[in-house]
DNA sequence: GCCTAAACAGACCAAACGGTCCGGAAATAT
DNA sequence: ATATTTCCGGACCGTTTGGTCTGTTTAGGC
């Protein structure tokens, strides 16, 4: 199988996302994709019009990818307990673990990197940045609104704020992370985050290892 | 006074500083700054040699001046209380008014968007990159090893991890900021923040609201 | 084996881009 | 007033960049 167009296509779109999070969108030249992945222009334009469509095609991969894992960890939360609030925090510490096992620092999200250089997409692009970063907040503000019904909250607070809350913790803490040159950054400051959930809703020390 | 180059060179940063936040440092084209500043390549290259040694001024100027502005604001919460727990407190409600205050949302962080473009840049910039957070950390972490020696926290926590949560936060909240367009984000999520030391180090209801 | 269409290679192109150069205007020193 | 330096306008240049075009190779149906 020496010509596979999907795998050819796949191997176009990881080098380009690995060259953006280093280089940014701009940064990343077509001349530098072809060269770290092995091909030439010809195949690249034979698998995308231009490098628009290129940009577009990779945020949706990552989106997609996003919500996969995203997905399948809940999933495991909620196979392991029936409680929303124990569910959340294991869903917190699972994300933790990911991140602990890591040497060197997450090369960064992408959507972050298209955020900072947002002027250069169109609507399109930008509205799909928008509805992925919507459905995050969705998907933790569900169980926050369960948890807030059960567990009082020693502090009124808002679901919607907290479930912002983790994707704001992890955006930032990717930052941190690449200036800092600290690996361990995503799982400290998510730990923390963890904290704050544990301490808003008085949850006992002893029921906090659950993971 | 036609003729100011000190004045003409603050525009240009100026300038260069708001199409670097809205298109990254590569998508911030130097012809694009001549438009929007109003000048022509003459005056550029005049004040900047290349494009790089702009980025480095950029750079350097937003860190004094984002170094000047904590300074500021630390002062100002060391003259309202005595207690390190308190001016944290109120360091962090002073950024919190800050940002709602602000009817847009906050441009961004010029030095996230140049992490997100980091190996565009020279060792000399990224160590630069790397004292300015480095900084912001020992500014807050100093106040939080006086915190956990007068409050026993509910929980033991890193002074350092604690310092970079604030940093953490804001980058955090400066990309869903931008991302959903909600110009209350960076306020709502510093509160969050502020809601954690709080509860960490258990401050009272009635002594929350000092500021 | 043959045909067709997808998958590629690589020369080529026009525009964009960072940067140079020189002339001239404005401030400042003498 | 004159000289000198700073400041700036704008034409110009070489390289880079996104994109095109033509030809060639490979996979798969018949």
Redesign the pocket.
């Known amino acids: 199988?020496?010509?596979?167009?999907?795998?050819?296509?796949e191997k176009i779109l990881d080098g380009a996302r690995d060259l953006v999070l280093r280089l940014g969108y701009?940064g990343?030249?077509?001349?530098?994709v072809l060269d770290h992945v092995?091909?030439?222009?010809?195949?690249?334009?034979?698998?995308f019009?231009?490098?628009?469509e290129l940009a577009k095609a990779l945020l949706r991969r990552y989106a997609d990818q996003d919500a996969q894992i995203y997905a399948e960890t809940r999933a495991q939360a909620e196979k392991l307990s029936d409680d929303p609030l124990q569910q959340i925090l294991i869903f917190i510490r699972l994300f933790e673990d990911m991140f602990n096992g890591m040497t060197e620092p997450y090369p960064g999200c992408l959507l972050a990197s298209y955020v900072y250089e947002l002027q250069q997409f169109d609507d399109e692009t930008r509205s799909l940045l928008h509805e992925t970063f919507a459905r995050w907040r969705a998907l933790l503000q569900e169980k926050f609104e369960l948890i807030v019904k059960q567990h009082p909250p020693k502090t009124p607070v808002s679901p919607a704020q907290l479930a912002d809350g983790f994707t704001v913790v992890l955006e930032g803490a990717f930052i941190l992370a690449k200036a800092m040159n600290d690996a361990r950054m995503a799982g400290e400051q998510l730990r923390l985050y963890r904290n704050h959930i544990e301490l808003l809703f008085d949850v006992p020390a002893q029921m906090r290892a659950a993971a």
């Open positions: 199988m020496r010509k596979d167009g999907i795998a050819t296509r701009s990343m030249k077509i001349d530098h092995g091909i030439t222009k010809g195949a690249f334009f034979h698998h019009k231009t490098k628009d």
